[in-house]
Every structure is written in C-alpha cells, then in structure tokens.
C-alpha cells in the first residue's frame, strides 16, 4: 500500500516500529501455535527459574515456560485491544460526522453526551463496569469501546465541520448532491486519514486498558495467560524472580510505543490535522 | 515559522487593540459554561447510576453474608430503598450528592459521605504530587530542550519524554517497587501516614506513587512546552530584544516563556483532574487507601453505593475544573474546548 | 550565569532540600524499643466493623479480640479457659449454665462489667435487626441476672459447647453505654479488652493503646499497638525489615525471603482448612461416587507443594490433626489414585469423563490451576470461574454457583464449626440439606459434657458422620504465617485467635 511504503521511508525510528508491529500481529494472529513449549504444562519442581536454555524467559510460579506464555497470551489482549478500538469506531465516528448536519439542539446534545462520556474517569468507570456486570473480558471491552468513541466522534466532526463549510460541497448540494453523496465522497476523503491515525493510536491506548484491566484481575479466564494477568501474578513473586515482570511489561510498552510512534508518522505521512493523540481519554 | 498545536490560542498580537470589557458577553459565557458543565455533570452520573442499577447486587447478601433469607432480602431491599421506580431513585441521589448526603455502604454501613472524605485527601495528595513533579520536571525538560535545540540534550530529552509518555503508570510503579523495595530502601513501598501524624513521612510516602503517576503528563508538558517555546523564541519580538541586548535567560524566562506557557498550562489542566480518581492501580500496587482503591475495592465487592458516590465525587472534579479552564481560556481568547 | 545552569541549580538545591527534609523528619513509622513507650504494628486485615454484631468476617475475630474481651477465652490448643468469667457451672440437665464473672473487670471508660452488661449483649445479638449473630445466639431463651457478677443463660436444649461459643464474637462484651448509638460502634467500639481504639482510618490503619483498666494488664507489656493491612504480599518482607510492621502475616511464597532477610518465621496451626464448597442438590454433585472421585483425583500432597510452598497437611475433613475433633479414622479417605477416580466416575454413570466449572476468587488462580491439571488425568475437564470476593460471598446466601474453592475456618465451638459446614442454615452448606443421622449426631454430642470421657469419641462421630455422607470436600490445613524479627519476642502459636499477652518489643 501506498501509505506504507510512504511510512517505511520516512525514518528509521517508525521502520522499526513498523517490524515490531508486524511481529506483534502475528503473535496475535498465530501465537500460541508459535510457542516453543505447551503454555500450561505444569512442572512444580523447576518453579520461578531464571532464564536457561530450556526455558529462554524462564518459569512462573507453576513451572511454565515464561515465553511460550508471552506468546499464547498475546491473541487475548491485542484483539480485546482491536475490537475495543473497532467499537470505538464505529460508535463515534458515524454520529460524529452526523453531528455536523443535525440542528442546533440536537448537536448541543449529543457535544454533551461525548463530554460525559470524557467526564467519566477511564480506567475506574471500565473497573467498575466490568466487575459489576459480570468479570468478564467482553464486558472490559466494551467498556473501553465506550470510552474510547468521544476520541472518534470529535475528529469525524471536526473534519467534517471543515469539509461542511467549504464551497465545493455548497456548489456539490445546489447541484443536487444527496447527504449521502456528499459524506461518502467528500467528507469520507476530509476524514479517513484523521480517523486512520486515531484508530491507529487508540489500538494503543486500548491496549493499555485491557493490560490494567486484566492486571487487576478482570476479564482473565485462568489458565489462559493475559500479558497483564502475567504481571500481575510476577508482582506476587518479585523476591523470588525480580526480572518477572519485565517480560510482559517490555512486551506491552513496546507495542504501545511502536503504536504510538506509527500514529505520528501517519499523521505527518497523510497530512492529517488532527491534534495530538487519544491519550487524553485514557488514563491509567 | 510558528509551529502551533490545534490546542494551543493563537499568541496575541503584540500592539493589537485591548478588548471591550463589557459585562454581557462574560455572563453569557459564564452562563453557557455552567449550563454545559451541569448537562455533562447529569449525564455521567446518570451513566454511573444506571450501571449500579444494572449489576443486580443486593444490599442484603453483601451486607448480612452470614444468615440472610429472602424475608432478609426483601427487607433489606425496602430499607435501602431499591424497591422504588429507577428514575425517583436517581433523582434522590443526586438530590442527596447536592447536599453531601450519598447513602451508606451496604457493607460496612459507614456513610459513603465519610468514606470518601478519608480517601479524598489521599488521592489529592498523591495528584498533587504528580502534578508538582510533572510541572517541575515538564518545565524543565522542556525549556532545556527548546534552548538546546536540535543538539544532543534536545534529543535526549525528546527521547525520554516519548519513553516516558509511553510507559503506563503501573508499570513505572512496579519499576520503582523493585529499586526502592529491593535495591535502595530509601522509600516506603507501600501505605500511607497522614500528614497531621507525621508530615515527613507523608511526603516520604508520596514520592514514589507520585513519582510513577507524573512521567506521562511530565512528558506531555515538556514536549508541549518545547514545541511552543521554539516557536515563541523565533518570533520577531524576540530577536528585536536579542538586539536589545537582553540577556538570555531574562529572555526565555522574562519573555518568551510567560507566553509559550499556555498550552503546557492547559495540557496540564487536562491531566491534573483525571489523576483525582484515576490513579486506581498505582494506589492498589502502593497500597494507598485513596478514592481509586475505595472504588475498586468496592466493584469487587458489589458494594453499590461507595462505588456510585466515588464516581460522582470523580465526575463533580473533572467537570469542575473542565469548566474553570473553559472559562480561563475563553477570558484569555482561545478557541472553546468542551466542558471535559 | 546562564539561564539553563541557573535553572540546574535551583533544581539541585531543591531536590537537596527535600531530601534533607524527608531524611531529618519521619523515619521508620513504627519506632521500637523506646524506654518510655513500646509501640507494634501488626500487619494483619481490619475488620469489616468493630461491633462484633455487625461483623460480617470470621478473621475479624483477631482483630476484635483487642478491644473486647470474651466471657472465656481460648487456649493455644483450643480449649476454653476463664475470660471475663472466672467459673462456669452447667444445670444438671445442661440447658442452663451460670457463669460467675472476675470482679476486677472494667471497660475502657472505668466502669465494671457486670452481669447486667452481659445481659444487655447477649440480648442484642440476638435480636438486633442486622445481627450476623443472630443464628448463633438462637439457643439462647432468656438471660437472668443473679446478681452483680453471676448470670444464668438459658438454652433451649442441653448444650455444653456455649463456654466455647461464647470465646468468639458471640460472648464478646461490648460497653452497654454505648448502645444508645450502636451504629457508631461499626468505627468506635468501647469494649474491656487489652486495648482501646483510639484512631481508626478505614482501609488504612487502626491505633490503639493499652487498657490499664483489662483485668490481665500485668500480660500487656505493648503500649502502642497498631494494625496496618498488608495490601502487596510481594513487599511485605521488605516492610518488615524496614520496620514498618513489626509482625505481618505472609503468604508461603514469601516464606524463603523472610528467612533469607533473617526474620522469624512463626508457622502457627491454626483452624484454616482449604475446601470445596458443593451443592448436592445440583447434578452431578448429587451423586456420592462423583465426589469421591474427584477427592481420589486429587493429590493433596503435590497441591501442598505446588500451590503453598509445602505449607500445609493434607486433610480430608474440617480439622487439624491434635484438634480435639479431629478423627484419625478418616485420615486418607481417599488417596490420590486416578484410576479409582476414572472407575468411580464410570459407575456413576460418566465413562468419558465430566465436565465441570469451579468457581473462585482471584487470589486462589495458582490453586485452582493445579487443581485443574490433576483432575484432567482422570478426564475431570474443569473450566476456572474466577470471582470477585464479593460474588464468592454472596453465594452463600444466593448459592447459584454449586462448586465453589473457599476456605473454611473452624469456630470457637467444633459443633458449632460443624453446624456452618453442615447444618440446615448453615453457611456453607450450599444444599442447606441436613441428613437426620448427621443432626442426630450433633445433637448427642452437644448434649454430651465436654470434660465427659466419651466426648471426644462423640465429636470424631459426628464428624465422621459430616465427611462421609455431605458433598463438601477437604483438602488440606493451612497454617498462620507471621514473620518478626528477632526482638520481638512470645509469640504464640495460639490455635484460635491470635492473643497478644506476654509479646514484648525488646531494645
């Protein structure tokens, strides 16, 4: 494609993001067929081992290979990340680029509904959402799905609103352009580069979310293995295995970060004006 | 070239006319302003009332455990309340919230109203903290970095503050769990001693939750600062004060900087209302018993009411101080951002 | 100077002053060994509420023994011996006993108790609306004052186990001037125990200080004496080192760390014993030979291991081996032998094997995990159900999840304990079905003196009895584990509830 060959050239930094990218998706895609050893063989005697050539991250606390796990547990949170970020999506950016052709009240409305939606706090309302409705990881993500829409909502309008007031549409609808036409022509041409990018980082900020939400427990079906349920028990055995947690964590960090750093190139690759990224609405 | 951020107000023009400062135009915003922030306000907590409702949790099981029958529940149930129409009950308790009033716990029957005034100052503390050390440290890696621009600390700086933004709080916490817990014990790991037992120790004990909780706005400040400051800096009335033969820090910190300063400012402003309620796994990870491990705490224990009275008290927050910086922003004529 | 040297030093000079500031003031919270004062923080969890009728948690009775004190006590081994009540005598048919209270007793404000008090208390927590004591204290007809320190309770059948009933929650005397705000009892309890509450911040820390007034001061040689919960296993050795507790209680994964910092790891018996809740009204729960496969399936020893770092005994029924109720008879029921298991589960009609869930809370994954690994060699397919805590407590009284990983704690009364696992209202018997040879069972031995010669032989029965026909199923005792260092010194190793007599913070 050609906004990847395009992001390919523009640095060193964003080619290695995109290679991790790549790594990652196939770990997401074919992980626990990759993994060297069974994730849940159980061997209690070789507990909390450094890393050996047998077990290159080492054990967990039931003698599990450490890497095999990595890779197993990574499908779980990067398609809970995908589909909470596909949610998102869909749930803001249609009514966001509506919202720009709707009269005043209802516009005022539903500004109001997206600014309660950021007024609620993140990571504590998903918390609350799922540990009240159920501890399961669909109900995570449809919480962070949510949450994560008002992100959408406002670019689609805001590229919308600028599309809205340019003349070629004034002259497109006196010459008989239906809304449909118009959105799906012009507006959709004003707003996919905006929504790529902030598709692009809210895949981040999604992941992110579903780390701490299983890391607290939620959404995690024992014995699958999450990234954030890993860290989450390696906490329990930091004396034991002080460099536990830096398997799940570097894996998480990366892939934000690769994330992240793709967003910014695409954002200057596309001309897109978006502002800065979908952190506001995710906090941790 | 002026490099300014869809969030940043245009710098004001040196030598433009003063505004008319008339009183309608300041009410009409002010008004449009509330009425924004108490839609939003009723919203939200409409969302966190409706979720309470839907998770089927009873007072009676939550509250009896030992010997409750379903006589018990039912009576429970009537006692509480939960036997009434959604709507009245939703409207009882924001009546309530209004005036302090928030129900009690149905676990442990202690008003949620004193529950969270115990939690509230530890999470103020802790958000305190971080905004303290995110502002010190954003201002000055970004000043560093703006004049130093282009050369090794510049890229350096840049880089930590990517790595920074990147690293998610939890992670940061555990990072410093294991260097001061295991390697340096210089700082308490986890709990939480009130300043009036012992002020030294309550700030020993701040450091590193709010040590983890400031990379990502410290990150966010410093790299709007750079961006804003670099273009400050290039301005014209810049140079006309270089050729003054104004010396370079009355420059940056005289000059420049009052004026760069906006959008960090308002990017703070974003940041700083969030971490009241969201710092949820940093104070479970450091064990502090503020507003976020109340909430979680009580999620998990179907305890209703504490949760839904966190969220409001989260929500007044947010909403409040998204409505103070709408108004600041306005009065200083930048464009209108939403009440959140 | 330079704008950017300038600005390095304003922050170096800063960070230097905070440093000095946080180094000079506060150092180890929990000082110890002054002359005047000593002061121990205990990592233990806080109650659910300080009125012991509104408690809602067994473990709150470690807590709660601080501030109250019982009409008897419990010894290290479980048996009852004087609290406030110096001597008890029974009626001749046993549904009446009378007990005569120590006369130097008083409550934190100075005045006595009196048998009047006890009244009052018993009373409450029988009849108060929201008393989580209420089912205990159902024996209890009438209460009669016979004079300032003698006071008759009235059952309503012969019952010897009520000295031991009444060492836990049920028999703790709260000051009745307190009863006219009883809600605030939930954060400020006034009671005539070794100590007095005198801040507590929820979730966050209880203080509280000794009570010159408690009748066994000589014993309290504490002063300040704190709880502060253990929120991270992970960083409570390193607490303690610190000092910021003095004595914590600590999972068994962090028992070599203790030991490798050189703390004092006081392995205790105690009553904990790691069960699986079961509904037998539920298929395929209803059939005997089900569970017994399961148990066959289970090799309790290798769970031990595995999950608990080797800390704990396996076990088939509710208590510990040396415990007056427990019943060498039953010991190895049934062995780990997975080919019993898949015969069992033939028989009972699964020749393929089953497929079950089991539900659990968070902190039990690594349990449960093993759990699952053994039972799927006997082609046991078990789906992990983890639950809030919440969810796992309201089962009890919703009972909607028939396979549950609990814990049970055994109660200050072993029929009393009995009574929660097995009988008609009880707790955990999530099928709340009594077979009548199991109450009959019960009953005899309730109705049977505890210093009689064949009392012991009664219990073990109705034990055995318990274990053999109810679906609940028992695999091995835990112990309480708390790490110290070495100058804090008598720590025992009480079976029950934790006591703090005779514990002194040396120099």
Redesign the interface.
Known sequence: MNTVSRLWRSGWTVRLALLILLAVATLAVAGPAIAPQDP?A?D?AS?LQEPSWAHLLGTD??GRDVLSRLFAGAPASLLSALAAAAIGLVLGALPGALSAFVPRVGEWLA???????????????A???A???G?GLPQATLAIGILVAPGFFRIARAATLRVRDSPYIDAATYLGASAWWVLSRHVWRQVAPNLVVAAVSALGGAL?AV??LT???IG????APTWGGM?S?D??????R?WG?LAP?LA??VT??AL?VVADAARDVLGA????RQ??AV?? | MTIVTAEAPPAPAIGAEPRVRSAVPVLRTVLATLATAVAVFLLATFATFALGAASGSNPAAVALGEVATQADIDRLNHQFGLDRPFLVRYLDWIAGAVTGQLGTSWFTGIPVADSIAQAFPVSLSIAAGATIIALVGGFAGGVLAAVTRGGVVDRLITLLSTVAATVPAFVAAIGLILLFAYAIPLFPVAGYTPPDKSVGAWLLCLVLPSAALSLDAGADIARQLRTSLVGTLGENFIVGARVHGLGPARIVFRHALPIASGPALSTLGVHAPRLVGGAVITEVIFGMPGLGQLANRSALQGDVPVVQGVLLVTIAVIVAVGAVLNLVISRAGGTERSAA | MSPRSRLSLLAASAAAAALALAGCAGSSPAPTGAASSTSLTWGWALPTSWDPVTSTAGWDTHALALVYDGLTQLDPDGEVVPGLAESWDYSDDGTAVTFHLREDAHFSDGTPVTADAVKQNLERGRDQENSTLAGQLRIVVGVDVDDEHTVTVHLDQADYQVPYLFAGKTGFIVNPAAFDDVASLATQPEGSGPFALTEYVPNARADLEKNEDYWNADHIFIDDFSIVPVTDPATVVAGVDSGQWDVAIVPPSQVSQAESAGLEVETIKALTVRALDVNGTVAPFDDQRVLQAISHATDRQALVDAAYFGQGTPNWQPFPEGYVAHSPELDDLYPHDIDAAKKLLADAGHPDGIELTLSLTEDDTALAEVLQAQWAKAGIDVTLNVLPSAAVAQNYVQRTLPFVLDSYSGRQSPLQGLEVLYGEEGLMNLGRQTPPELTAAIDEARATPTDAADYAEKIQNAVEVGVRLQPNTFLFSWPRILVHPAHVTGIRHWLDVQRWEDVKVEG
Not at chain 1, 115 to 121: E, K, S, T
Request: without cysteine; neutral net charge; aromatic residues 10%.
């Open positions: 849940l159980q209690a507990a606390y039931l500004l109001r509904v997206v600014d309660a939606l950021l007024a609620l706090p993140f990571i504590l309302f918390i609350v959402f540990a009240l409705l501890n992110l780390a701490s890391f607290l427990g995690v079906q024992p014995p860290l028990s906490l329990g055995y930091l004396g034991q002080p947690p964590a998480i960090v934000v970060g992240n004006d978006a502002p800065a952190k506001e906090r941790v």
